[in-house]
């Protein structure tokens, strides 16, 4: 259904709020979990904790269940550097929802708050270099992942952002 991304945006926009939101809950959950779990299986190594971070978008992107096609990671994203560099996430979600609201476009959004990120992590987390070249990854990783919608921005026909999602 929709552009068959199993992600939040386009569950929000096919199946409806509720769903939508329970999809990015779960999401978060998962990129939280994955990069809690590595930490405290690791003494906090930051090595692993940082490794773990790139497994769990990269795991959201390509599922080995859903034949290799997956969501766009930005909610994992969001769970792994929740708990990695929670000041620099805060800093980022501003960005995103100040481009979200001016363009309604979560995709311009989410590559915004991407790029901006490790600049973010930096700034505010003054962090390792293993969690920086993860915050770096990740940003690649979700601008990568949005190829189609940049393609789609700049023909004009990218899908505006509705808090409605589908009627029922």
């Known amino acids: ?8 945006t386009n569950v ?15 999401d978060i959950l ?5 990069v809690w779990l590595a930490a405290r299986l690791t003494n906090d ?18 599922p080995i269940f859903l034949r290799f096609k997956g969501g766009k990671a930005v909610a994992t994203f969001v769970g792994a550097f929740l708990f990695l560099a929670p000041l620099a996430l805060l800093a980022t979600t501003i960005v995103f929802i100040l481009v979200v609201s001016v ?10 708050g991407a790029l901006v990120f490790p600049f973010t992590v930096w700034f ?3 962090a390792s270099g293993d969690v920086m070249a993860a915050s770096i990854y990740a940003a690649l990783l979700v601008v ?11 023909a004009g026909k990218e899908h505006v952002f509705s808090f409605k999602g589908k009627q029922a």
């Open 124 to 126: 505010f987390e003054h």
């Open 45 to 62: 190594n930051p090595a692993v904790v940082a490794l773990a971070a790139a497994a769990v978008m990269l795991g959201h992107c390509y």
């Open 12 to 26: 929000h926009r096919t199946a409806g709020r509720k769903a939508g939101l329970a999809v990015l809950m779960l």
């Open 103 to 112: 363009s309604r476009y979560i995709s311009l959004g989410s590559i915004i």
């Open 144 to 154: 990568y992942r949005h190829k189609g919608n940049i393609a789609r921005l700049r």
């Open 1 to 8: 259904m929709g552009s068959g991304n199993i992600g939040a």
């Open 30 to 34: 998962k990129g939280f979990l994955a």
